[in-house]
């Protein structure tokens, strides 16, 4: 009787055919991990107009308490059509909705400038590029993250940081007035919140957006192309073909083309709310009651979209073929 053994498999099954199937992530997904890496990495985007803004309503709020009952004087008058205005006498707290939409705005644009001139370069100063190219993320979508900063994130946030302080502003006038014995009609009928807040919406989108959009592209190209001082190499071509325009040729054809883009088409004001002539009515300003439709037809703005898609482009290039300082 023989000793039974136990059978072995004579081979192996081959489990180099039997590669395990891997999970294809998308480039929208990758846009979005790469958007949120931005965010991860650059807390300055949101803490300083959060910071601004915080500082705008604890100020307002001092000057509320403390403001002397008899410097808030409203007069309210009815003209022959029956229109009924409250025209303002000493302070005008409405004034102040301006104000705090236009630092939030200052806050954000300047935080949108130093972070397009930071964005490609720190990373080839401080070779995380190395990393961030061994992951299976292509440049375009980086470049393309890096530009929804200043195009997408920081404008929704400008929108919603003005409208929430503006909210509070209101709540905290009525409050302290209404305490006080003022009368908060003026305030309650004048300030048109929701009609502000879609006013700012169609500002932001008209010129942080896409008039806007060649100054941050070409923020974003020298920041792939200067071995230091970007902010340097991004004024200094500019300025210096204005003025050797004016030496050489004694025009200020350059000077009139950075005006035009830095201030905007005949039409469009930076100024989103503003108060009337001695009368405390905040509405958009008149220059900018241009319609979206003959916005979108100045040709002016089609040109600035064409040339923020070719420095795209030129920077996506020279983030795949530059190496670290």
Known sequence: MTPQTDALPTSLPNTADQSAPTARISEARRLYWSIRRELWENRSLYVAPLVVAALILLGFTYATLHIPVDTVLFTTTVNNNGMVSHESHGFDPIRVYTLAADLIMATTFLVGIFYCLDALYTERRDRSILFWKSLPISDLTTVLSKAAIPLVLLPLLTWALTVVIQTLMLVISLTVFHARGLDTTALRTQLPL????????????????????????????????????????????????????????????????????????????????????????????????????????????????????????????????????
């Open 194 to 325: 929701a009609q502000n807040a879609l006013m700012l919406l169609y500002h932001l989108l008209a010129i942080y957006v896409l008039w806007y959009a060649p100054i941050w592209c070409w923020l974003l190209l020298v920041s792939a192309w200067a071995r230091r001082s970007p902010l340097l190499w991004a004024t200094l071509p500019p300025v210096a073909l204005a003025v050797l325009e004016v030496i050489t040729l004694h025009s200020t054809r350059v000077f009139a083309f950075l005006n035009y883009r830095i201030h905007g088409p005949t039409g469009i004001d930076f100024h989103v709310v503003r108060v009337s002539q001695g009368v405390g009515v905040m509405s958009m300003s008149s220059k900018m009651q241009l319609t979206p439709a003959q916005f979108l037809g100045i040709p002016g703005l089609w040109a600035g979209l064409a040339l923020a898609a070719f420095f795209l482009a030129a920077a996506d290039q020279l983030r795949r073929y530059r190496s670290p300082i």
